[in-house]
């Protein structure tokens, strides 16, 4: 029988598996769920800034029945908050949050800090990849990196940003290579603390707020750049998560180099793959059902995400602190189900 870590990879890199995966891998795509803090003794915000809490909540929902991989971090602040945005760490039942934007214009993207992996949270989630990854070697760690328009209009006023991408494109390019060049080098530091999967998840970065020129310009290079950089250190497959429905990019998803496109509950399964060839395709259980909806429901729409195509079973986006678990361990069952 096939260890998650193994499956995930052939999985991954399009080769037969026993029956698909079903993971949710961090960073922006949030597995923990505020009973799991209760089972771990690991709770929000604390476990943002413990290595040791990060771990033992990350390895909790594989533990007791949920995702079969270990992820972290829970939040897409950490790089924000390392090139200069200050930070509210959240609650119990709610995310870090960036409270204030270090610059007010792309042309000031000199100003901004580089992403150092020895200090702050990025030193913690490196640390709870080394614990992780010496728990149980077969549970894939998953790195996972804020995307690099996620990022940018994390550092600026985003409707200042999105504005600026057309009225000042040389600084604009700045900008995007500057994060991008702080991306690989936090994916890196993850992928050599012992990661062996790479998640980039990139919410602000949609076809519907971009549209094609614009996903083609500012979305496609950079995250290629990532990818590509990192790909040979990512020896479990890559993956790219963009929000929004995908209908207007279709032809951009096909130029992206990652392993695996993860989508949103909105976007339908079987349009995806009439129309991105030659990626793995990961999604889509809607997190508004998880957290709202009877188990028995969650395995319908999990059901359905295979038959129509995705190879590994995911949530559609960051999951809700207070869905159940026993709707997580639904999705899973599901997925065990299909051999």
């Excluded at 795509?29 to 771990?55: F, Q, R, Y």
């Excluded at 580089?114 to 200090?119: A, K, L, P, S």
């Excluded at 998840?201 to 707020?209: M, N, V």
Aim: with cysteine.
């Amino acid at each position: 029988m096939l260890t998650p870590e193994k499956r995930l990879k052939l999985a991954l890199h399009g080769e037969t598996v026993d029956r698909p995966p079903c993971i949710c891998p961090g960073g922006m795509m949030n597995m923990i769920v505020e009973e799991l803090m209760d089972l771990t003794g690991s709770p929000w915000p604390e476990a943002h800034s413990d290595p040791h809490l990060m771990a033992d909540l990350a390895a909790g929902i594989y533990t007791h029945g949920g995702f079969e991989n270990y992820g972290v971090p829970f939040c897409m602040t950490v790089e924000a908050e390392a090139m200069g945005a200050p930070v509210f760490m959240g609650t119990k039942t709610n995310e870090p949050r960036v409270t204030a934007y270090p610059i007010n214009s792309v042309s000031q993207w000199r100003e901004l800090n580089n992403i150092d992996v020895t200090t702050g949270r990025a030193k913690v989630v490196l640390d709870a990849i080394t614990l992780l990854k010496d728990r149980n070697s077969d549970v894939p760690v998953l790195a996972n990196l804020t995307g690099p328009v996620s990022l940018a209009s994390s550092l600026m006023e985003p409707v200042m940003y999105y504005k600026e991408l057309h009225k000042n494109p040389r600084d604009a390019h700045g900008i995007m290579a500057h994060v991008t060049q702080n991306l690989i080098t936090f994916g890196r530091a993850q992928l050599d603390a012992g990661a062996t999967v790479l998640t980039i998840s990139d919410p602000s970065g949609t076809g519907e707020i971009l549209g094609p020129k614009m996903f083609r310009q500012y979305a496609v290079p950079y995250l290629n750049q990532i990818v590509d950089a990192l790909k040979a250190s990512a020896t479990g497959g890559t993956i790219i998560h963009i929000c929004g429905r995908l209908k207007s990019i279709y032809p951009e998803l096909n130029m992206l180099t990652s392993d695996a496109i993860s989508f949103d509950a909105i976007t339908d399964v079987k349009q995806v793959a009439e129309n991105v060839l030659g990626k793995v395709l990961m999604g889509n259980v809607s997190t508004f059902a998880l957290e709202n909806s009877p188990p028995e429901k969650i395995k319908r729409l999990a059901k359905n995400c295979i038959n129509n195509g995705v190879k590994i079973l995911s949530p559609a986006c960051g999951i809700g602190p207070r869905t159940q678990l026993q709707n997580i361990q639904a999705m899973v069952e599901t997925a065990k189900d299909c051999r």
